[in-house]
Each structure stands twice: as C-alpha cells, then as structure tokens.
T-cell receptor, first 112, second 112 residues
Framework: KQEVTQIPAALSVPEGENLVLNCSFTDSAIYNLQWFRQDPGKGLTSLLLIQSSQREQTSGRLNASLDKSSGRSTLYIAASQPGDSATYLCAVDPGNTGKLIFGQGTTLQVKP | AAGVIQSPRHLIKEKRETATLKCYPIPRHDTVYWYQQGPGQDPQFLISFYEKMQSDKGSIPDRFSAQQFSDYHSELNMSSLELGDSALYFC???????????FGDGTRLSIL
C-alpha cells in the first residue's frame, strides 16, 4: 500500500531564506507526483506536477525534483516571502485512474 | 479562468440526516475526483468518475453514493450522517486521468 510522508510537519523561517520541503513515498511505481499549496480553510492549488519520467520541474521561485527509485521528492522555494506561508502537500498518482494519495503536509511560516 | 465550483460552501446537518454536495468541473474537463479532509488531516480519496462512469473507489462508506451527469457535473449524496462525517469535502477536475487536478474551495460539512 502506497504511503506518503512529509518532513518536517512544520517549518518557520525568516523572509528571504531558501528552503526545502521533503516528501517520500513507499512504492516507486508512480505515474506522477504533484505539489499543492493549501491556505487555511481553502482548496488546494496545484503548484507543480512531475511525470515519473522527469527529474524536475520549475515554476518561478519553485523547483520540484523527483527521484523515483529512492521514493523521494523535494520542493525548493527560493527567496521565501511572507505570502508563501501555507501548508504544502505532496501527492502521488499511483497509476490506473489518477486518484491522488497525499502526505500530511508541511506547514510553512515565513516571518517578515 | 473558470475554476471548479462547489456548492454549498457550508452545510450544517444533524445526525441521521442526508446531504447532497455538488461539483461543477472546469469546462471540458471530463474527470472528477472527490476527497474528504478531516480536521488536521490530509485529503483522502473517496471516488472518481471519467466520462460519466465511475472509475475508482476509495474509502467511501456505503452510506455515500455519487454520480456524474451528462453535463459532467457531479453530486455526492450522503445519508444517515454521523458526527465523524464532519469534514471538508473537495471536488477536483482534470482533462483526462493522470493530468493536473484542479480543486474547488470545498464544502465544509458540520454534523451536530
């Protein structure tokens, strides 16, 4: 059974710092991996999607990497800003029908 | 750009009542997923539809049922509601399976 784990559960950094969020999954047979952002009481906003054949994806200050063989993904946020404060969730698509299996998220606070 | 619309945004019910949650996907999206997110938890997959047919089923109680209609909107029907059903229910849509999922803002269901 696929399990997704995110470390750390919470992170607090000063504004301007570069940071890395970690995601690991137990079964390397995935179709793709997505990173989402969730603000309190809100829906999920898709940040990046990495296909299983890709190593990384970039969007603005965000860079996500995927090492499928070791079951790991990282989300790198450059020059963090207070507006980046949110919960970041990674989710894997184990194949077949596209349903997502989520990690429990990392809650990020960026202090001005 | 049009997003996924969920209604109602908030719903308060009593135990043993029924509830219907609605989801209107992004135009031309043919795939709908339903997720349940309990307080402080990660989203859990409930059920999905592709081209109006059920494509996958997760940890969805027998008291719940869902369908996708000819216009691709979907409804989640919940009966004999229990206190433990209190959660945020998300709908996501995509253009085909294994594509980026776009989430609505969710329906917050509270059972008294």
């Amino acid at each position: 059974k696929q399990e997704v784990t995110q470390i750390p559960a919470a992170l607090s950094v000063p504004e301007g710092e570069n940071l890395v969020l970690n995601c690991s999954f137990t079964d390397s047979a995935i179709y793709n991996l997505q990173w989402f952002r969730q603000d309190p009481g809100k829906g999920l906003t898709s940040l990046l999607l990495i296909q299983s054949s890709q190593r990384e994806q970039t969007s603005g200050r965000l860079n996500a990497s995927l090492d499928k063989s070791s079951g790991r993904s990282t989300l790198y946020i450059a020059a963090s800003q207070p507006g980046d404060s949110a919960t970041y969730l990674c989710a894997v698509d184990p194949g077949n029908t596209g349903k997502l299996i989520f990690g429990q998220g990392t809650t990020l606070q960026v202090k001005p | 750009a049009a997003g996924v619309i969920q209604s109602p945004r908030h719903l308060i019910k009593e135990k043993r009542e029924t509830a219907t949650l609605k989801c209107y996907p992004i135009p031309r999206h043919d795939t709908v997923y339903w997720y349940q997110q309990g307080p402080g938890q990660d989203p859990q997959f409930l059920i999905s539809f592709y081209e109006k047919m059920q494509s996958d089923k997760g940890s969805i109680p027998d008291r719940f049922s869902a369908q996708q209609f000819s216009d691709y909107h979907s409804e989640l029907n919940m009966s004999s509601l229990e206190l433990g059903d209190s959660a945020l229910y998300f709908c996501a849509s995509s253009l085909g399976q294994h594509q980026p999922q776009h989430f609505g803002d969710g329906t917050r269901l509270s059972i008294l």
